[in-house]
Every structure is written in C-alpha cells, then in structure tokens.
C-alpha cells in the first residue's frame, strides 16, 4: 500500500490507467464520470495506481478481497466534485453577458433553486443598454445550452456527462434559461423600432424645391421652404405679380411640403391678394399678428391658391 501511495506519475497517467480498468470491469456509468466530470487535477493518483497494479495482475495484500479494493477504487471516482460542464463553462465571448453567466454560476452553487433567484435578465439587459445585435448573440449561446441538456436523455455521452445532474436539477436549469430566454425575447420586442429612412440633406431637399432665394430690389430673403411641413401658417411674395399669399393648415397636422407642392391646407382661406410693389419690403420680419394685420388691411379680391410654388415666389413668414 505504501508503493500505491507514493505514486508520482502524470494526472494523464493516471486517467489512462483508471480508464483502461473500468473498461476491463465493464463500469460504463464511473467510465463516462471519469471521462466526462472528472479534471486532471482531481484524478486520485494511488487509486489509478491500484488500478495499474490490478490490471498487471498484480495480488494486493492489503485488502480483504479484490471486490473490497474495486468498490474503493470507483468511490474515490464518485466521490470526486464534477467540474462543471463545458457548456457552463464557456464565457459568453461578447461585450455583454457576464452578469448573466454569474447568475448561473449562482444558481448552480446554490442547488438549483429556482425560488432563490434574484438576478432579472430583461432589467439587467434594460439598466444596461445592450444593443439588440448582441442581444441575439445571448439568446443564440444561451439556446445552445438549453438544448443541450434537453438532449441529455437521448445522447448517451450527454447522459454520462450529466449523469450527476439528476432530473429534477436537469428541468431547474432549463426553466432558469428559459427565463433568461424569456427576457432577452422582451428586452427585443420592446426595443424594436422601424428603421428610419435617413432624411436627406437640407441641400439635397432644397434642390428639388423651386422658389427665389431672395430678391435685391425688394430687400427680401427667403426663408427656408422646409419649415413650411407642420406649419400653421406661410406667407408667401409672388415677386412678378404682385401677390400676397397666404397658405393656412386645413387640421391640427399643419401644412405638408412635397416637392414644390404645398399640401393640406384649407382652400377657403388659403387665398392671395394683389399688394402694391412699394409696401412688399415692409413685410420683411413681420410677425403673425402683424402680418394678419397688413393682409385685413389689403381691400382687394381675394383669389384662390394653387398650392405650387416656382422661381417667382420668396417665402416671407412661416409661423408653427
């Protein structure tokens, strides 16, 4: 016994011998424990020895019988902590995640109670903004693990793998994935959005908008013909003629600017009237109130409008 004990060769070592004598005896189940659940580094070397000394035919006197020493050789096997399977072992190898992996390292250690849980997936995924991409890499690596171990009863690896994890523990760890599953599927249904059409740059729209930019003679800029979208109000110059014209909302939506067409505004009172020449510099920087003002002032017909805008027109007021 003392040669036995004082065994120094390999953990490899060891495992080989260990291996080729429960396959001699036949032990299937300690065979899949010992390669599956057992490290290197828990490997009881003098037991892996004995198992040498038995294979070499080899009579052992310190034990009563040889069924004594094989009932000691597969406890010491049994008796060792498994290491945790690989499955549980891999990090998630993202930015995100760890947290999550923690919680499991918690679950397992502490029995696989689920009524012990306080970690929440779909918070911790909230509180931490993980962007949706990365979340579909935690639900394809956490579905992975889940389907591993409902294939436990139809993979006999995966049975001797396991073979310590029991039903009962097997269906805690599948319900606690499921819940993590569960919040990671929430946190992306309530984060979806529709991708948004970039908007195109103000030049760009402003391109396909025909109106005059400004007028010298008049002492008149454009404003930007954009701010017409949503605006209660725009007042407009038709240089050539002579025109003050007016464009009113015809709801709560405000006006819409599609092209040089003036949308959704209210016939009856988008009109424009004939205003002399010499007065249209003074409309430069009015108000609403002031330009509503100088257009009750205009005893002229009112005409309807068209809704197009073209080179002629200089935008005076837009008001929201």
Not at 69 to 81: F, G, P, Q, S
Not at 199 to 218: F, H, I, Q, T
Request: glycine share 6%; aromatic share 10%.
């Amino acid at each position: 016994m003392r040669a036995i004990q004082k065994f120094d060769g390999t953990s490899i070592e060891a495992r080989k011998y260990l291996k080729q004598y429960f396959e001699s005896t036949d032990e299937k189940q300690v065979l899949g424990y010992l390669t599956h659940s057992v490290a290197d580094d828990m490997i009881p070397r003098e037991y892996a020895w004995a198992a040498k000394l038995v294979l070499d035919g080899v009579d052992i006197q310190c034990y009563e019988n040889e069924d004594e020493l094989h009932n000691r050789i597969k406890k010491a096997i049994w008796d060792i902590t498994p290491k945790l399977p690989e499955v549980i072992k891999v990090p998630v190898k993202k930015t995100y995640g760890g947290d999550i992996e923690h919680s499991i390292d918690q679950f397992i250690n502490g029995g696989y109670k689920l009524k012990d849980v306080t970690f929440d997936t779909y918070e911790y995924l909230e509180k931490e903004k993980v962007p949706p991409g990365e979340v579909r890499k935690l639900v394809k690596h956490f579905t992975e693990m889940r389907d591993e171990l409902e294939q436990i009863d139809s993979d006999e690896q995966l049975k001797e793998a396991y073979a310590y994890l029991g039903k009962r523990n097997r269906n805690s760890y599948i319900k606690y994935l499921d819940s993590i599953l569960d919040g990671c599927g929430n946190y992306l249904t309530n984060t979806r959005t529709l991708k948004k059409i970039a908007k195109p740059g103000k030049k760009k729209r402003l391109a396909k908008v025909n109106y005059m930019e400004s007028c010298d003679e008049l002492q008149l800029v454009s404003q930007d013909p954009t701010k017409i979208n949503g605006a209660k109000e725009a007042w407009i110059i038709h240089e050539k003629y002579n025109l003050l014209i007016v464009y009113r909302t015809a709801d709560h939506d405000g006006l819409k600017l599609e092209g040089s067409s003036i949308k959704n505004f209210k016939e009856k009172t988008s009109t424009n009237k004939k205003i002399q020449r010499k007065f249209i510099p003074g409309l430069s920087g009015l108000g609403k109130r002031a330009m509503n003002k100088t257009w009750r002032d205009l005893k002229r017909k009112e005409n309807t409008n068209n809704g197009r805008l073209n080179k002629n027109h200089i935008i005076v007021g837009v008001f929201k």
